[in-house]
């Protein structure tokens, strides 16, 4: 976002006053943003779930949360931060690799919207954690599409080679967990995510239409299904 006469001249301020260094954060070009987003989603059952790891700062995700956002948590402490902040379990996804059991544990405990499922080992240690407390997970697959993003190669998570995701030959073993453990695990959605810092739309389009696929024939197959989890990674140009 530009920088505004108003927001230069509180900076200016605060310089004079602040005998530290300090973060400046505009919560309207936030407001902006939002807007902006929501406008060019146009779809009325799209739900928008910010990053918390992108920022946790408690003002920012009070102000998602007036926007009827939900959040994005990559771990225990994200997870109990935006609960402290006062988002709802159901407004919360929990995300990345190497959830270690006692943050699964947690997350099942609470009901949170959906947690992303990484690979047939997390989905399995998921369906003990299940069954020891006697909560059902609600899930989501988080494929992996072998779709390159066309990023920096060290922010490219939707190729085979990435080892982030569920691979498409892994999903047999999936299906046979999924349809075995009906009360333990509740799929609810499918999710991609293929990189940071993409600022070349047709590799989104590609994944989305891969991902859409693997919905339409899911859901023929007997899943209900009931979103599609397009994950994040937009760059800034």
Same mark, same amino acid.
């Given at each position: 976002?530009?920088? @505004?006469?108003?927001?230069?001249?509180?900076?200016?301020?605060?310089?004079? @006053?602040?005998?530290?260094?300090?973060?400046?954060?505009?919560?309207?070009?936030?407001?902006?943003?939002?807007r902006?987003?929501?406008?060019? #989603?146009?779809?009325k059952? @799209?739900?928008?779930?910010?990053?918390?790891? +992108?920022?946790a700062?408690?003002?920012?995700?009070?102000?998602?949360k007036?926007?009827?956002?939900?959040?994005?948590?990559?771990?225990?402490g994200?997870?109990?931060?935006?609960?402290k902040?006062?988002?709802?379990?159901?407004?919360?996804?929990?995300?990345?690799?190497?959830?270690?059991?006692?943050?699964? +544990?947690?997350?099942i405990?609470?009901?949170?919207?959906?947690?992303?499922?990484?690979?047939?080992?997390?989905?399995e240690?998921? #369906?003990?954690?299940s069954?020891?407390?006697?909560?059902?997970?609600?899930?989501?697959?988080?494929?992996?599409p072998?779709?390159?993003?066309?990023t920096?190669?060290?922010?490219?998570?939707?190729i085979r080679?990435?080892?982030?995701?569920?691979?498409?030959?892994?999903?047999?073993?999936?299906?046979?967990?999924?349809?075995?453990?009906p009360?333990?695990?509740?799929?609810?959605?499918?999710?991609?995510?293929?990189?940071?810092?993409?600022?070349?739309?047709?590799?989104? +389009?590609?994944?989305?239409?891969?991902v859409?696929?693997?919905?339409k024939?899911?859901?023929?197959?007997?899943?209900?299904?009931d979103r599609?989890?397009?994950?994040g990674?937009?760059g800034?140009?």
């Open positions: 976002m530009p920088m @505004t006469p108003k927001i230069r001249s509180t900076i200016f301020k605060l310089l004079k @006053t602040q005998a530290t260094p300090f973060y400046f954060y505009d919560l309207e070009s936030v407001n902006l943003r939002l902006h987003l929501k406008k060019g #989603l146009k779809l059952r @799209t739900a928008i779930h910010y990053a918390v790891k +992108a920022n700062n408690p003002e920012i995700l009070k102000l998602i007036k926007n009827n956002c939900g959040v994005d948590v990559v771990s225990i994200e997870l109990l931060h935006a609960l902040v006062g988002f709802k379990a159901e407004q919360i996804i929990f995300s990345g690799v190497g959830k270690t059991k006692s943050e699964l +544990a947690h997350a405990q609470k009901k949170i919207k959906q947690i992303n499922v990484e690979s047939p080992q997390e989905l240690r998921i #369906l003990l954690i069954k020891e407390i006697g909560r059902a997970a609600n899930i989501g697959l988080r494929i992996n072998n779709i390159n993003a066309k920096h190669p060290y922010i490219t998570t939707g080679k990435n080892k982030f995701g569920i691979n498409i030959s892994d999903l047999a073993k999936i299906k046979k967990l999924l349809i075995e453990n009360e333990h695990l509740k799929l609810k959605g499918l999710s991609v995510h293929i990189g940071s810092q993409i600022t070349a739309l047709n590799a989104f +389009a590609e994944a989305f239409k891969f859409i696929a693997l919905y024939k899911m859901r023929n197959e007997g899943f209900l299904i599609i989890d397009i994950g990674g937009l800034i140009d």
